[in-house]
Nanobody, 124 residues
Framework: QVQLVESGGGLVQAGGSLRLSCAAS????????MGWFRQAPGKEREFVAT????????YYADSVKGRFTISRDNAKNTVYLQMNSLKPEETAIYYC?????????????????WGQGTQVTVSS
């Protein structure tokens, strides 16, 4: 069992930055591929970024490439999402998710565990 707890959300002006964190319980964090997703009101949950369990390879949605960076610290059981140049349309609840031995956690239906989400609001 893995429990995920996100933090770091908040209100930021357009063009600003936020750093989200997702702390995981358990001793096998390094065996999980991790992903960040977001869901805006009235919209489906969408993939944002992922980092693999083994190689640390990263993948991003086209809409965030060059602005967002996903990273992980296995010693701290934590995955991060650095978000720069934020846009109002990126206002959403941001979730982290874990998939056992996941190399690219891009499909929400394939995730094994989810956090409760953290609200990110970008004002114009």
């Amino acid at each position: 069992q893995v429990q995920l707890v996100e933090s770091g959300g908040g209100l930021v002006q357009a063009g600003g930055s936020l750093r989200l964190s997702c702390a995981a319980s358990g001793r096998t964090f390094s065996s999980y591929g991790m992903g960040w997703f977001r869901q805006a009101p009235g919209k489906e949950r969408e993939f944002v970024a992922t980092i693999s369990w083994s190689s640390g390879n990263t993948y991003y949605a086209d809409s965030v490439k060059g602005r967002f960076t996903i990273s992980r610290d296995n010693a701290k059981n934590t995955v991060y999402l650095q978000m720069n140049s934020l846009k109002p349309e990126e206002t959403a609840i941001y979730y982290c998710a874990a998939k056992y031995l996941g190399r690219a956690v891009r499909n929400p239906e394939e995730c094994d565990y989810w956090g409760q989400g953290t609200q990110v609001t970008v004002s114009s």
